[in-house]
């Protein structure tokens, strides 16, 4: 089975390039076993995030927020293209044939449409088709190493009177008790983080103060405004935070949800109507399977890349 959501992390056909009109002085801002990413690297991915910082109520703050999520983004871009050069992984002929066909299909244009929208944008199309052969090699190499399985019992069990989401753009405004943690942090360091937000969301339940409790103990960037990290679209959430966030309905507060940027406790302030889970009657049984797969495939992934930045070198020079 493809999963269609979770190696959107990855894995990003590039139709567009994104130039850079400030002056960046190029410095390296981590460190990631014998790789380094440069400032440059960086500008350049957060030159796709502007319109969202535009957007916000608090660009000084977005910005901080979204540059620190967009690091560690390619900080396990790093790590698991280090792990895919470890595997030798071959791109035949047919298979970049494939890609590009499914490029040309998924955004209705043909293969001179897409020399002209790349040469527009001053992408040699020999260098865009090596881009597509490390996505290829990148997209082999999860499904040789990352499984997930959905049996028809979990399937009819979910069509019982369980509901499921679909809809990666839908919003919600969220409010979080954010703990970062080491790279190099133990199982026994994790634990202990996982213990201390369960006190504070289990207090956060009870007192209902979900601000104070932020603020006096939120290590995130957004503390000092009670945790309220605005409205997002659950695709800009961290993959185990938006799927908590599927199942949650407003007013209600999370367990300590684990990821590879810390540990979250969130608060749904609100929900957009698309947000809200929708009943299986309408879905045939291979739709509600694939979005089970992508939902375990998610987790599976932030898994692995956990698992990878415990044993790696990863030193953040911000």
Avoid: C, W
């Avoid at 280090?82 to 002929?93: L, M, P």
């Avoid at 994790?190 to 369960?198: A, H, I, N």
């Avoid at 309220?228 to 309905?249: F, I, N, Q, Y």
């Avoid at 987790?299 to 953040?316: D, G, T």
Wanted: proline share 4%; no cysteine.
């Amino acid at each position: 089975m493809k999963n269609k959501n979770a190696l959107g992390l990855f894995v990003v056909f590039m139709l567009g390039s994104f130039p850079l009109h400030a002056k960046i002085v190029d410095r390296v801002v981590a460190v990631v076993n014998n790789d380094a990413i440069t400032e440059l690297a960086l500008e350049r991915a957060m030159a796709m995030k502007q319109s969202e910082i535009k957007r916000s109520t608090n660009p000084e703050l977005t910005q901080k927020t979204i540059r620190s999520q967009v690091l560690s983004d390619m900080i396990n871009q790093k790590l698991l293209q280090q792990e895919i050069i470890k595997a030798n992984i071959e791109v035949s002929d047919d298979d970049l044939a494939r890609a590009i066909a499914n490029v040309l299909q998924k955004n209705g244009i043909n293969i001179e449409i897409l020399r002209a929208e790349l040469a527009g944008k001053g992408i040699p199309f020999e260098s865009y088709k090596e881009q597509l052969k490390d996505q290829i090699r990148q997209t082999k190499f999860m499904q040789q190493h990352i499984t997930a399985h959905v049996s028809d019992e979990e399937v009819q069990s979910f069509k019982s009177g369980q509901v499921i989401p679909d809809n990666p753009d839908a919003t919600v405004h969220l409010a979080v008790i954010f703990f970062p943690l080491d790279p190099d942090a133990s199982t026994k360091d994790v634990k202990d983080v996982v213990r201390k937000g369960r006190k504070i969301s289990d207090k956060a339940r009870q007192k209902g103060d979900f601000a104070k409790l932020a603020r006096d103990n939120s290590k995130g960037p957004e503390a000092k405004e009670g945790g309220d990290l605005g409205t997002k679209s659950l695709s800009e959430l961290p993959a185990p935070v938006a799927a908590a966030v599927r199942k949650m309905g407003t007013g209600m507060i999370s367990d300590p949800i684990i990821a590879p940027q810390g540990i979250y406790i969130i608060k749904v302030i609100d929900k957009s109507a698309s947000a809200n889970l929708q009943p299986e009657e309408s879905k045939s049984d291979e739709g509600l399977r694939q979005n089970l797969y992508n939902e375990r495939m998610d987790q599976e992934i932030n898994n692995y890349m956990m698992k990878l930045r415990r044993k790696a070198y990863v030193e953040i020079l911000e």
